[in-house]
């Protein structure tokens, strides 16, 4: 184990034309005789349908296509749960759901035909409560709920779309015997990922044959998607994603693809679709969930945890998309890392009226951390003790066994704490308007297939054909830097044919922070392949033993006699060398999490990332306004290849966690429509209110880990920041904020 | 009715024909062809869009491009000297201040105007001067080391 003190710097391969403007992005794309696409949204949150009548809209000239549910095949998708279809046909469930698509000549004549569309309603009673959606009386959101095709685990029940729960022990009678028991409540806002890049989607076909450009994470999921929603072959279907402006987990899933595709099939002309900022928050389907979370926890006097049980409701909204893991997946968070004698944790994923919730950022885990953290500070201070020292007492490390069962191994749990610790200077005399609060997190890696080629060129160089997605987060950096290592060249020496899915297998995209993890094991395997072929090649032309060969310096030597060698250069001929990855996944840790239901495969978590932030946050009494003046952040992400890479995806993950703490929610009216659905009323953080962070490292080598001892790193960074904020404004004003995020309003009025 | 007018965009005399209400984003986007300015909220909120106007910033998405006939304008691919990236655009290479690149380009047409005003700003300069463009990916941090970096050298 070892901190890592050295950069290991790599200039991304797409840097040149990102920073000169010549790169392209979806929206900056032209094809010849393209028209706008409009979407008809639908006009209440929750209503059947009983006319739409599109006879205006197809009359305006310039119009090219009209497109509703008749025009397409009637089914329904989604992730877990197929709860959805492409355009509204009876019933429509949220202020983002589609009732008819447009194709125009220009955007004026689009947006004019869209509200020349005819629909009538009726309205029918609206969910947006959605603790309140679990009684037996409320109203559903899908009556035909059991009609649904869906994963039998999810335990769906109604309104209910997950559930599940972690149980060990009594926890009750746990809590009837311990020496101190604290209670709290806390809700939390929706939050949106807010790429600044809102999604584009450019279709054309080309006979039977589709290709889609568009803004997405998961370019292998959206050929599913279209091949699914347009009953079409997925060899029809070519995903093209040209530069992609940030994800962030919000352009993870299927999502307009099929829509844009049907409305050029319609219109026989290719068709854009390029949202505005307001529909890039309304009606993308994918936001961070909002939830109310109970925790009671008992401790015996020295600080021993006896038992904790939690109640959690997590805001599904409107339909299933791929979020249908997020009952377990808070579940998880809710024990956090922490050494637990008995569990009682009861965790529901409702269906409502809202904006439908799905993968941001380490989802769920933000607003579990932030309640949970705070609920452990509020412990600390019921037993007298420190709070950094409480959890000195109750972490998990090498050897502990979880709730659910799972042995931990080769964590840096403990590391990560003392280091972030050490870093914000815990424990110095500060201004009485500041404080410095501490929290922990962990998150798992997802190990899932993948496949890639690595060929050489005529001239020695080589090409790497990878499904892995580049969003930002530097695969473009990662599979180069991997490859070489392998081939004993450098990574300047390999380009990169990817996000096109009719050249690459199978990848997960860019979600899960699986990317190193998955994508970099299959362009590894694929460099092995390659490497084998050239050993052999170059065994016959030096006469030698292939054992005695090693790559090195772009060549091939045979070892001790440096003046018999070849030039990979030399070896790649006409450039028909390739490699193929055969891949192998890891298996993940067992854990019998007996007494569990609603198990989806998260009771355990494999290869764990342990994350601890310390915050130095000052807070105006007068005002209620917090801000954060300094954040350490200590992460056991196991190995690192690349430390700008690395460090970018910390830097980035505590400012948006920072967001998240104090200015970022998304407000509904009373029938769940977005009250801020812009950037003035929903506030990102800038560069003037972003503080220093200090990040540090604490390698590891965790059990089935990526390669290289690698897990991931895009997610847990936003993991504990709130929480560890949340810690720092209790101690100035000597009162808990227990709404997210935590606004000047909600800090005085809880008690600056 | 379109109007026919002359818009200089990095030193190129480019005559267009635009319809009164065009913004300047759309037009140098759409008509000029010059795509390396983005559109991130049409609302001056994010910064992407940020063009100089004779050196001042402009968020080219509030601002009719009637209103910039006879103005220099540049954006993004008029910082680099030919196939010479300037210093600025190294810099935010070399530093971490570019990932996914959507608010690079804003970033950069601001760094620039802020350094020409202040050619050896303090921290807190840089960060307030950048504070109208939104970066959701770097947290700021090789941004704004990008912009001291500079100034530090210039």
């Known amino acids: ?752 | 009715m379109k109007v026919a007018t002359t818009l200089n965009v990095n030193g190129v005399s480019y005559p267009v024909d635009l319809d009164p209400g065009t913004n300047l984003l759309a037009a140098v986007r759409d008509v000029v062809g010059l795509t390396g300015s983005k559109e991130g909220c049409d609302d001056s909120e994010c910064g992407a869009c940020m063009m100089l106007l004779d050196g001042q910033p402009v968020n080219a998405c509030s601002y009719l491009a009637l209103q910039a006939e006879g103005s220099e304008i540049t954006t993004v691919e008029g910082l680099a000297d030919g196939d010479t990236l300037a210093p600025l655009q190294t810099a935010f290479l070399d530093l971490g201040g570019v990932q996914c690149g959507f608010c690079t380009p804003g970033m950069l047409v601001s760094a620039t105007a802020l350094l020409e005003a202040n050619p050896r700003p303090t921290e807190d300069e840089v960060r307030i001067g950048l504070s109208g463009n939104l970066c959701r990916c770097t947290g700021y941090d090789g941004i704004v080391k990008a912009v001291l970096s500079v100034a530090g050298s210039s």
């Not at chain 1, 015997?177 to 890049?197: F, H, L, W």
């Not at chain 1, 452990?376 to 709730?403: F, H, N, Q, W, Y």
């Not at chain 1, 424990?427 to 997190?441: F, Y």
């Not at chain 1, 209110?689 to 965790?702: L, N, Q």
């Open chain 1, 1 to 752: 184990m070892a901190t890592v003190e050295k950069p290991r710097a790599f200039i991304r391969p797409d840097g040149k034309e990102k920073v000169t403007g010549t790169g392209r992005y979806t929206a900056d794309l032209v094809l010849a005789g393209e028209l706008v696409a409009k979407f008809r949204y639908a006009d209440h949150t929750h209503a059947r349908i009983t006319r739409i009548d599109t006879t205006r809209a197809r009359a305006l000239p310039g119009v090219l296509a009209v497109v509703t549910h008749e025009d397409v095949p009637d089914v329904l998708y989604g992730g877990m749960v197929q709860d959805r279809r492409l355009f509204a046909k009876d019933t429509v469930r949220f202020e983002g759901d589609i009732v008819a698509g447009v194709a125009a000549t220009t955007a004026e004549i689009a947006e004019q035909a869209a509200a020349l569309i005819e629909v009538d309603y009726e309205p029918l009673p609206v969910v947006t409560d959605f603790e309140a959606a679990l009684a037996d009386d409320a109203t559903l959101v899908h009556p035909t709920w059991e009609s649904y095709e869906g994963d039998e685990a999810l335990g769906r029940h109604e309104n209910t779309l997950g559930y599940s729960t972690i149980v060990k022990g009594d926890a009750d009678a746990a809590l009837a015997s311990a020496d101190v028991v604290v209670k709290g409540r806390y809700v939390t806002d929706p939050v949106q990922g807010v790429p600044i890049e809102p999604r584009a989607v450019i279709a054309q076909w080309q006979g039977d044959k589709l290709t889609v450009w568009t803004s997405t994470q998961v370019p292998y999921a959206a050929r599913a998607g279209v091949a699914t929603t347009l009953q079409i072959p997925e060899s029809n279907v070519r995903i093209v994603v040209p530069l992609l402006g940030g994800g962030f987990g919000a352009k993870c899933d299927f999502h307009f693809e099929g829509h844009v595709a049907a409305l050029a099939k319609a219109a026989r002309r290719p068709v854009k679709l390029v949202f505005s900022r307001r529909e890039e928050f309304f009606a993308v389907g994918h936001r961070r969930e909002g939830m109310v979370l109970e925790f009671e926890t008992g401790a015996r006097a020295d600080g021993t945890l006896v038992a904790r049980k939690a109640r959690l409701v997590l805001d599904k909204g409107a339909y299933c998309g791929e979020g249908g893991f997020f009952a377990q997946m808070a579940a998880m968070h809710a024990l956090g890392p922490y050494e637990l004698e008995n569990v009682h944790i009861e965790s529901s994923l409702v269906y409502s009226n809202n904006q439908p919730s799905s993968s941001i950022r380490a989802p769920t885990a933000p607003q579990v951390c932030w309640a949970l953290e705070q609920h452990m500070d509020e412990l600390a201070v019921a037993l007298g003790m420190d709070p950094v020292d409480l959890r000195r007492k109750t972490i998990v490390e090498t050897g502990s066994v979880t709730a659910t069962g799972q042995v931990l191994e080769n964590i840096a749990m403990r590391e990560t704490l003392e280091k972030a610790v050490e870093m914000i200077g815990y424990g110095q005399e500060l201004p009485e308007d500041e404080a410095i609060g501490v929290a922990v997190g962990w998150w798992p890696c997802f190990a899932s297939k993948s496949g890639a080629y690595v060929k050489l060129n005529p001239d020695g160089s080589g090409t790497i054909i990878t499904g892995a997605q580049e969003n930002g987060t530097g695969s473009v950096m990662a599979m180069p830097t991997y490859v070489a290592a392998e081939l004993g060249m450098q990574p300047e020496d390999f380009s990169m044919l990817y996000q096109d899915t009719d050249a690459a297998p199978w990848d997960m995209g860019s979600c899960g922070s699986q990317t190193t993890f998955n994508s970099g094991r299959a362009v590894i395997a694929a460099a092995v392949d390659l490497r084998d072929q050239l050993l052999d090649a170059a065994a016959e032309k030096l006469e030698a033993s292939r054992d005695d060969l090693e790559l090195t310096g772009g060549s091939i030597l045979v070892k001790g006699s440096p003046d018999k060698s070849v030039s990979i250069a030399d070896l790649a001929g006409e450039g028909t060398f390739h490699g193929k990855s055969e891949d192998v996944v890891p298996d993940g840790p067992e854990a019998p999490a007996e007494g569990c239901v609603g198990r989806l495969g998260l009771e355990s978590f494999h290869a764990p990332q342990l994350i601890a932030h310390a915050v130095r946050v000052r807070v105006d009494r007068g005002t209620g306004v917090a801000r954060v003046l300094e954040v350490a952040a200590a992460h056991d992400c196991g190995k690192i290849l690349n430390r700008i890479g690395a460090d970018g995806q910390v830097y980035g993950g505590v400012v948006m966690g920072i967001g998240q703490a104090l200015s970022e929610g998304t407000q509904l009216d009373a029938e769940g429509r977005h009250r801020n659905a812009h950037l003035t009323d929903y506030k990102l953080v800038t560069a003037s209110d972003a503080p220093r962070i200090d990040v540090a490292w604490i390698e590891t080598d965790t059990p089935g880990a990526g390669p290289k001892g690698s897990k991931g790193v895009g997610e847990p960074p936003c993991v504990p920041t709130a929480g560890a904020v949340a810690n720092a404004i209790a101690k100035v004003i000597g009162a808990r904020v227990h709404k997210l995020p935590m606004t000047p309003e909600r800090v005085w009025e809880a008690g600056a």
